[in-house]
């Protein structure tokens, strides 16, 4: 009897892994908190101003910095397309999260989804697609990619190695963090310029950049446990 019972429980190794191996409640919600603010923080305020109409979302950010001249000019070195690099990130690690789930699963799908969702945050509106292709060929090729990713990893995804999504996951979490904080830094001296008055950091830009770099941590330390582990 008892042989049976345990012929009919299936063995806890044999059943599939969560790609990054986070089996711990802690990183879970670490990993999930970080991913909370990296969309919220897209959605508050990046540009401080007292005047409500003058300050302006993670959203807004891209739109807004194309009317400064040096902008146009193309004498900003990081381009505006990089403030919609967040829904970007986010959607790539949300991917990866779900890259070796089964895809029997309806979660799985639902996560590939859902990340290929948040990645049209970054869609250029309708009219801006008949201007020249400076205008909206990045954002559009960013959304490219997730798609890309999503369908690569829901092909290969069990063939994936965990060193390899987390070296993905980090380089990805990585580039949400510094990319459009750079371009922030850089556009911040314009607008007070312009404004004619001292522009702070919004809370945007700071949750923005902490669920990026707690997004980083973890994989980091997932990608050390993996080297650990041979």
């Known amino acids: 009897m008892t042989e049976r019972i345990t012929a009919a429980v299936p063995d806890r190794e044999a059943l599939p ?10 990183p879970q919600t670490f990993l999930f908190l970080a991913f909370v603010a990296i969309f919220v923080g897209y959605f508050m305020v990046w540009l401080p101003h007292e005047t409500a109409g003058l300050s ?41 999260l ?6 029997r699963r309806w979660q799985t799908w639902a996560a590939r989804a859902l990340a290929v969702a948040l990645s049209f945050l970054a869609f250029p509106a309708l009219e801006a697609l008949g201007t020249e292709a400076a205008e909206w060929l990045w954002r559009v090729l960013m959304i490219v990619l997730v798609v890309l990713t999503a ?20 380089l990805v979490a ?6 459009p904080t750079w371009a922030f830094q850089a556009v911040r001296p314009l607008f007070a310029s312009l404004l004619q008055a001292e522009i702070g950091i919004g809370p945007g830009v700071w949750l923005n950049g902490v669920g990026h770099a707690t997004a980083a941590v973890i994989a980091a330390i997932g990608f ?3 080297q650990d582990q041979g």
């Open 17 to 26: 892994r969560p790609p990054l191996n986070l089996d711990a409640s802690m």
């Open 56 to 96: 302006f979302t993670g959203l807004e950010m891209g739109e807004q910095a194309k009317f400064l001249p040096p902008v146009r000019e193309g004498q900003i070195v990081p381009g505006r397309s990089l403030f919609y690099v967040p829904p970007i990130t986010l959607a790539l690690m949300l991917v990866l």
């Open 98 to 103: 779900a890259a070796r789930w089964p895809n």
């Open 151 to 170: 369908v690569a990893t829901s092909v290969a995804g069990q063939r994936l190695s965990s060193r390899a999504l987390w070296l993905l996951f980090l």
């Open 174 to 179: 990585l580039a949400g963090a510094i990319l």
């Open 224 to 226: 050390a446990r993996v």
